[in-house]
């Protein structure tokens, strides 16, 4: 059964903090990893991942996948209160009927 | 811009009562998509649809239906409802599906469903 794993499920850090967040996953015919922020509301797209060994960035975000070892890492250096928000992960699989399997993200709190 | 937009937000439903959420996009997206989460939960898919007049069964599809009769909109039904489906629903769509390049997805803002 396909699945995506994070960990860890909450963090407490303080501001100015660098946090890694961890996902992986067994997801049928793998194509990509899919990070996403989601606030109060909606998630809000973050990265797509493809391939292996590039680091993708933006900001003070990046993020990078290890298809070999079905795991990638999400890094935020210099946390701020506005990065407290949960973190999702999904795996999408190769063809267009292949669903998207989403973790239980992580719970991220940055305080002052 | 428009994007994903459901309706209602919030919605107290009594044990057997039915509704409809209401689920439209305008950006020409093939794929759209019912999760459901609950508290300190990741996303449950309910149903899908690759296009207009086909859907699918996702992870959690008891108590639920779906139609698809136009590449817009994509309304979730529940009937009977019960206090399980107490949860926050995400209409959600993407120009295709799997992990490719336009599987992008983008979600609406949520609707707060109780069930009591």
């Known amino acids: 059964e396909d699945k995506v794993v994070q960990s860890p499920l909450s963090l407490v850090v303080h501001e100015g903090d660098t946090v890694t967040l961890n996902c992986s996953y067994e997801?049928?015919?793998?194509?990509?990893l899919l990070w996403y922020k989601q606030e109060k509301k909606a998630p809000t797209f973050l990265f797509m991942l493809t391939s292996s060994g590039i680091e993708k960035k933006s900001g003070r975000l990046s993020s990078i996948l290890d298809k070999k070892e079905l795991f990638s890492i999400l890094n935020i250096t210099a946390t701020q209160t506005g990065d407290s928000a949960v973190y999702l992960c999904?795996?999408?699989?190769?063809?267009?009927?292949?669903?998207?399997?989403f973790g239980p993200g992580t719970s991220l709190s940055v305080i002052p | 811009n428009a994007g994903v937009t459901q309706t209602p937000k919030f919605r107290i439903l009594k044990i057997g009562q039915s509704m409809t959420l209401q689920c439209t996009q305008d950006?020409?997206?093939?794929?759209m998509y019912w999760y459901r989460q609950d508290p300190g939960m990741g996303l449950k898919l309910i149903y899908y649809?690759?296009?207009?007049?086909?859907?699918d069964k996702g992870e959690v599809p008891n108590g639920y239906n779906v139609s698809r009769s136009t590449t817009e909109d994509f309304p979730l039904r529940l009937e009977l409802a019960a206090p399980s489906q107490t949860s926050v629903y995400f209409c959600?769509?993407?120009?295709?599906?799997?992990?490719?390049?336009?599987?992008?997805?983008?979600f609406g803002e949520g609707s707060w469903l109780t069930v009591v």
């Open positions: 997801v049928t015919n793998f194509r990509s």
């Open positions: 999904a795996g999408g699989g190769q063809t267009s009927y292949d669903k998207v399997i």
């Open positions: 959600a769509s993407s120009y295709s599906g799997g992990g490719g390049r336009g599987n992008t997805i983008y």
């Open positions: 950006m020409n997206h093939n794929y």
């Open positions: 649809s690759v296009g207009a007049g086909i859907t």
